[in-house]
């Protein structure tokens, strides 16, 4: 069972870039056919569908957010990064990400305030 942990700052200034990192452990990053997803909830709302990055690097991010939205990977520490600029109140939500095998992780609180 692939087993995710998502972990960052819970706590951004408005105009800041919100950067997040998911680990994964019991898989690559880099497995066959791979597809590693951020998700994110803000309160009250549905869940909102970011982006992916494949096992070999290919993106596909969000319409809505592709402007300020990176998603990369580290083969190395076998972790995937969520990166949002500008951001706002707006994105103010728990962040998820998503992998194999209909696996999630915790989420992790992000909250954008001065």
């Known amino acids: 069972q692939v087993r995710l942990q998502e972990s960052g700052p819970g706590l951004v200034k408005p105009s800041q870039t919100l950067s997040l990192t998911c680990t994964v452990s019991d898989d690559s990053v880099t497995t066959n056919d791979a597809y590693w997803n951020w998700i994110r909830q803000s309160p009250g709302k549905g869940l909102e569908y970011i982006g992916f990055i494949t096992y070999n690097g290919y993106t596909a991010i969000s319409p809505s957010l592709k402007s300020r939205t990176s998603i990369a990977r580290d083969t190395i520490r076998n972790q995937i990064t969520l990166q949002l600029s500008s951001a706002t109140p707006a994105d103010t939500a728990v962040y998820y990400c998503?992998?194999?095998?209909?696996?999630w992780g915790q989420g992790t609180q992000v909250t954008v305030s001065s």
């Open positions: 998503a992998g194999p095998r209909d696996s």
